[in-house]
């Protein structure tokens, strides 16, 4: 949460576009950050996050407290992220039925993933790499309490689920991430 982003929230509320500019150069980096480890590919993520920040913008009287953008934000991209996953795996469905049907359309595109700081490069490419290949959820959530910095309670929020759920699920993530990393030694 952030107490600095209280002022610039009740002015964009009031129709101050600059004042919402100023919440998206803000939280840009992080939004986009999510949507590509969501997604698997910058692009997508850089897209994703401009659906959230269009989307935020046309419902951001309904953000209930302002010191919340981060969290509210958040939640938006990751449920943008969600359903286009929900509808790449429709369309995906679809060309598995053109196939079936004789049609041979190209390739989808490999995913590219980038590494962030922290970590010495191969390690966290690696790590990078081996999360990408989680299912979605886990991936999902990983990303939103270690990249997001989102709490449990938040995330549980999000979510609409137990924060209990929530621990025992990154639990799982976390579990089979070491495992796949497991195997690399």
């Known amino acids: 949460m952030s107490s600095d982003d209280v ?8 129709g101050d576009r600059e004042a919402f500019a100023a919440l998206v150069r803000k939280h840009q980096k992080s939004v986009i950050a999510l949507g590509h480890h969501i997604l698997g590919d910058f692009q997508q993520g850089e897209d994703a996050a401009q659906e959230a920040f269009l989307r935020a913008f046309k419902s951001l009287s309904s953000l209930r407290d302002p010191a919340k953008f981060r969290s509210w934000i958040g939640g938006i991209a990751y449920k943008v992220c969600i359903t286009w996953i929900r509808e790449e795996k429709v369309k995906a469905r679809a060309v598995e039925n053109a196939k079936d049907a004789g049609f ?5 595109d490999s995913l590219k993933v980038s590494v962030d700081g922290g970590l010495p490069q191969e390690m966290a490419a690696k790590i990078v790499e081996m999360a ?13 309490k270690y ?31 070491r495992e796949l990393m497991g195997c690399l030694q």
């Open 7 to 14: 002022p610039l929230v009740e002015k964009a509320v009031q």
């Open 104 to 108: 041979r359309p190209g390739a989808p």
């Open 132 to 144: 990408g290949t989680l299912p979605t959820e886990s991936r999902s959530l990983l990303a939103l």
């Open 147 to 177: 990249l997001q910095g989102m709490s449990y309670a938040e995330i549980a929020e999000l979510l609409q689920v137990t924060e209990e759920k929530v621990k025992s699920r990154l639990h799982v993530a976390r579990t089979r991430l």
